[in-house]
């Protein structure tokens, strides 16, 4: 009993003095829903969920500017990122949100995941569409330490594109902030027994399975606003071995009106070792 408490306290005090932060990946899918699915009535319930957990920084998928703007408009967070048509404001985002008085961002953009990733709605790899990632290298003021950050959305048809896409963003970290503590967060569009994640597993650490703590909330993360039960992720954030993973879990909150997204947010409490 005596070591328990032990244990216990000497977590707690570590999880105060590492300070921790929250970082999420969120769908918060695109505005093409009528009623009650319609953007106009889910952002509150979005932004809801975002107060909720208390995210610290976090990358969404879908999102288009308009939405972005509505995320931002209480001024506590910025965000970078670019559309994926034109790395500006056309097209759908896979944009990183971040307190702006816990982060600072030092560098980062938008670019392409395809053989040509400076050019813009460029496809590669049998992609339904062109695919993008957003990545940011911050400070956190709290702790002065470093870490890059990217977020994307990974195609639904190509596995091939899927696989290539998280190579590209692994070799771009390496080759531009080598030694970097690195996130790579997103809609990967597939399940822990493809190639996909397997792929990916063995290059960083799916958050998920190095959680201190056990997983709490659903382990579907895709769910067709209440229409589906999935047993197995489809979203997932991946760290190096830099992070330690304090907690793990996925919100599944339905507020009377209707769910947030057709996504449910994965959230990670996390520290620089």
Request: aromatic share 14%; charged share 30%; net charge neutral.
């Amino acid at each position: 009993m005596f070591v328990s408490i032990y244990l216990f306290f000497t977590w707690l005090f570590s999880s105060f003095t590492e300070d921790p932060f929250t970082l999420a990946t969120f769908n918060v899918r695109c505005p093409v829903d009528k009623t009650p699915h319609s953007w106009q009535e889910r952002k509150t319930r979005c932004i809801d969920v975002i107060q909720k957990n208390r995210f610290d920084i976090f990358g969404v998928q879908e999102a288009v500017k308009h939405q972005l703007d509505d995320l931002v408009e209480s001024g506590e967070y910025q965000y970078i990122g670019g559309g994926r048509e034109d790395f500006k404001e056309k097209g759908e985002y896979s944009a990183i949100l971040y307190r702006k008085d816990r982060f600072e961002l030092l560098k980062g953009g938008t670019f392409g995941l395809s053989e040509k990733p400076d050019v813009p709605g460029f496809k590669s790899w049998k992609t339904a569409c062109p695919r993008i990632a957003t990545w940011g290298l911050f400070l956190d003021k709290k702790s002065k330490k470093k870490f890059i950050y990217y977020n994307t959305h990974l195609d639904h048809r190509s596995e091939e594109a899927r696989i290539r896409g998280i190579e590209l963003l692994v070799n771009h970290a390496k080759q531009n902030m080598p030694g970097v503590p690195l996130i790579i967060s997103g809609d990967f569009n597939a399940t822990p027994d493809s190639k996909t994640y397997q792929t990916a597993s063995s290059l960083l650490d799916d958050s998920a399975k190095v959680s201190e703590s056990e997983h709490k909330g659903p382990p579907g993360t895709f769910h067709g606003f209440g229409k589906y039960e999935r047993k197995v992720p489809i979203d997932y954030i991946f760290v190096s071995k830099d992070f330690k993973v304090l907690e793990h879990w996925t919100d599944d909150t339905k507020f009377q009106e209707g769910y947030p997204s057709d996504h449910y947010p994965v959230i990670v409490k996390l520290t620089l070792r």
